[in-house]
């Protein structure tokens, strides 16, 4: 391990290939370790509680590695890795809700979110209230009943990047012994730190920047209190599930250039959108990092800079120019997803129709036609390029 006198900053400890590091003399990255068997030296050890790994299931020098990594990122004590970012949020509600109990949720959540509170939790009697994104954290807390046992946030939203205070509401939830599960996919752990401001549990789709290059699905769980791991780990060796060497691996080796790809794509996303706002065939650009979003001040506080995501609303007559619009574009690929290398683009109209209708007024959202933006590795000049000459069909 390097000398140091002053200890490394956080870049230093994601990209460092020594920190950290068991034995001094192998390949830069840990290996692929596949495996089901774990062998031992000898017969007393079958049983040995105090033994670790006794099998595959528990995880080998690959997934531990990846775990150590997201630890690091999250500043958390531990993490768990599951098979899909997906996962990693179904997980800690199965392992934190039971029959009676109710979870307070974002309604800008992450789509599937829904289905899997509204068709799963639903028969196993857990109650799912949807919530406004734009509520303080006290009205927030005003939702919650004896029966609340957990609150979930995620900010920026999804598709729609509605801000929330999520230090107030994680504050708040904590003096009322409720827990705070956030979805932080969003900064990829690099630009904001749910465990540093009172959330119990942070989860990402390690699937969008920490793999980086769209070939991977994987997602973590970070913690700080050890009650709380403990209740994880136990969840997930009873439901059996298992995250392989292999996209544990991707991930790790997406970590180590994180910082550098999220910075690129925000940069990026933001001078594409500050170019759209100029344009006349643009209702409005909505991007946390502009002045003109109503969450900007709690954004500008919160995170160290915005990611690569953002919705433009063009004058258009809905769906039918939007898909006319994506159909044009060369550059941007049409597809899910997002925080690989590549630029992408979708229609949001169906996603924000999906959403609980929770109020009488028109959603601000639903006007005009609305695209979402990714913006990937490619020079930010030929992506704004390729979105100008497509701009022709609002015309
Ligand atoms: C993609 C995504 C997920 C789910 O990740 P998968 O690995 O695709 O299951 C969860 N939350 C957010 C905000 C996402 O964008």
Redesign the pocket.
């Known amino acids: 391990m390097p000398d140091m006198t002053n200890a490394p900053k956080e870049t230093t400890r994601l990209t460092s290939a020594t920190l950290g590091r068991q034995n001094s003399r192998r390949a830069v990255n840990t290996a692929v370790e596949r495996g089901s068997t774990v062998l031992f030296e000898n017969a007393e050890m079958l049983y040995n509680d105090d033994v670790k790994p006794t099998y595959g299931t528990d995880g080998l020098s690959t997934q531990n590695e990846l775990c150590r990594l997201i630890a690091e990122l999250e500043g958390a004590q531990e993490a768990f890795i599951l098979p ?3 996962a990693a ?1 179904t997980l800690p509600m199965f392992a934190f809700l039971a029959a009676g109990d109710e979870i307070l949720i974002v309604n800008s959540c ?1 789509r599937p979110v829904r289905r899997f509170l509204d068709t799963q939790m639903k028969r196993f009697d857990v109650i799912a209230r949807y919530y406004e994104p734009r509520l303080s954290p006290e009205e927030v807390l005003a939702l919650a009943t004896p029966h609340t046992k957990m609150i979930y946030v ?1 900010s920026p939203g ?1 598709l729609t990047f509605d801000i929330q205070d999520i230090p107030g509401i994680a504050k708040l939830a904590k003096a009322r012994g409720i827990l705070t599960l956030c ?1 932080n ?2 900064g990829g752990g690099i630009l904001f730190k749910p465990l540093a401001h009172d959330v119990d549990l942070s989860m990402q ?1 390690l ?2 920047y920490v793999g980086g290059h769209s070939d991977v ?3 973590s769980v970070s913690v700080t209190d050890p009650k709380l791991s403990q209740v994880l780990h136990d969840t997930i060796k009873a439901w059996g599930f298992f995250t392989s060497a292999d996209e544990s691996y991707l991930a790790s080796r997406g970590i180590r250039s994180l910082h550098l790809r999220i910075k690129q794509s925000g940069d990026s996303a933001l001078k594409i959108a500050k170019w759209l706002e100029g344009r006349p065939e643009v209702l409005k650009v909505v991007h946390p990092a502009l002045e003109s979003h109503p969450g900007h001040d709690i954004f500008k506080r919160d995170f160290t800079a915005a990611n690569g995501l953002f919705m433009a609303l063009f004058k258009g007559d809905g769906d039918r120019q939007s898909q006319a619009f994506l159909n044009k574009l060369k550059l941007f690929g049409l597809g899910f ?1 997002w925080g690989g290398y590549e630029s992408l683009a979708t229609n949001s109209e169906p996603q924000i129709r999906g959403r609980a209708r929770l109020s009488d007024e028109p959603d601000p959202y639903l006007q005009g036609s609305a695209v979402r933006f990714y913006a990937g590795l490619e020079d930010p000049d030929d992506l704004i390029a390729d979105i100008e000459q497509a701009l022709s069909v609002f015309q």
């Open positions: 899909s970012g997906l949020l992450y995620e999804s979805d996919t969003y789709a699937t969008k699905l994987i997602g997803s």
